[in-house]
Structures are given as C-alpha cells and as structure tokens.
Nanobody
Framework: QLQLVESGGGLVQPGGSLRLSCAASGEGLDYDAIHWFRQAPGKEREGISCISASGSNANYADSAKGRFTNSRDSANNMVYLQMNNLGPEDTAFYHC????????????????????WGKGTLVNVSS
C-alpha cells in the first residue's frame, strides 16, 4: 500500500523559502498524480498544487502560482514543493496526497478526493 510522508516544514521568516519533500514507500508513483494541500487554523483545506504522474504537467492554485514549484524525482519516488517568497498567510499544515490514475500527463488542482492522507508538516512563517 502506498504511503507518503511529508517533511521539510519549519519556521521561516517572511520572504524566505522552504522546500517540502514527499517521500513514497510501499509502492512507486508511476501511476499517481501527487497533490499538495494546506490547512490553516480556522480555514478549510485548500488544494494548492498538483503534478501529473509523468511529471510533465504541474498546476497551481492562484495563491501558489508564481511562488511555488512542484516537481518529481521519479527514480527516487520523491516529490518536492519549492516555496518562495513566503508570507504569514502561508502558515499551515501542508500535506501531500496521491491520486491513482492511468492518465499520466494531467492533474486537476481542484480535486479533493485523494487515495490517502499523511500526517503533514507544519510551515510557520513569522519574524
């Protein structure tokens, strides 16, 4: 069974950067789009990015577009979310989640029905 573990969160100053990692175990990711979500206190869960199973197509919510970059290292079953120019509004728990698919070149950032959920990693943007 595929399991994903997020890491790389922590405390960062406004304007700084973090790189989140999503590591797979149990199965490979060749037929899984990977989605990133975040949830801040008092707010609903927000889908912020997805990357297709092939890695050829990444999509972003407006809140992440231009600042975040989603990428894959297929050989090592890893997915990364590079986050630049962070602000306090980015403070949240961040989760990566798989969505199995045979359509390997596309993903929909609006999708919310994932195959599984991990514990997440906390990103805290403050001075």
């Amino acid at each position: 069974q595929l399991q994903l573990v997020e890491s790389g969160g922590g405390l960062v100053q406004p304007g700084g950067s973090l790189r989140l990692s999503c590591a797979a175990s149990g199965e490979g990711l060749d037929y899984d789009a990977i989605h990133w979500f975040r949830q801040a206190p008092g707010k609903e869960r927000e889908g912020i990015s997805c990357i297709s199973a092939s890695g050829s197509n990444a999509n972003y919510a407006d809140s992440a577009k231009g600042r975040f970059t989603n990428s894959r290292d297929s050989a090592n079953n890893m997915v990364y979310l590079q986050m630049n120019n962070l602000g306090p509004e980015d403070t949240a728990f961040y989760h990566c989640a798989p969505k199995s698919t045979f359509v390997r070149t596309m993903c929909d950032v609006r999708s919310r029905s994932m195959d599984s959920w991990g514990k997440g990693t906390l990103v805290n943007v403050s001075s």
